[in-house]
């Protein structure tokens, strides 16, 4: 990743921060336990895990759509620390790139391309990423 496992804990746990913030202070606590409960969890079951039908409990769909609404928090709050924190031309930057760790294209503008009342100028956002380069966790990664 960034460096060693310290400055890599540190990067990550900022980030993590930012998206605790979202959750209310009266359970925050509660969230955390379960996470660590249910990434430890995780970690003993091995990375893959095969459901059958029986497995599915319609009690863990019950929440899905205000599970679906606290993400949209989520990067609202996480997009909006990005433009306040930087200048336009540098919060798109850090946008617009692909991400080399992340799931589908890597790429946010392919996600928002398309969404009533957004309209994405996909060639600029394109010229945006190529400019810009790895990011510094694409970068660190590449080089081990």
């Not at 496992?5 to 990067?11: G, K, M, P, R």
């Not at 091995?46 to 606290?70: H, Q, V």
Request: with cysteine; net charge negative.
């Amino acid at each position: 990743m960034i460096g060693n496992d310290d400055q890599n804990v540190a990067v990550w746990f900022a980030a993590l921060e930012d998206v605790l913030f979202c959750v209310p202070r009266d359970f925050r606590l509660e969230v955390l336990r379960r996470l660590i409960s249910s990434e430890e969890e995780r970690l003993v079951a091995g990375p893959l895990r095969f459901w059958t039908f029986s497995d599915i409990d319609a009690a863990e769909f019950k929440y899905w759509r205000a599970e679906k609404e606290a993400a949209s928090l989520i990067v609202q709050v996480l997009v909006r620390s990005i433009t306040n924190n930087h200048s336009r031309d540098d919060a798109a930057k850090v946008l617009f790139r692909e991400h080399h760790m992340g799931t589908g294209s890597r790429w946010l503008p392919d996600y928002l391309d398309g969404l009533p009342g957004i309209k994405v100028d996909l060639k600029r956002c394109q010229a945006i990423a190529d400019a810009n380069g790895k990011s510094e966790l694409a970068a660190a990664e590449a080089a081990q």
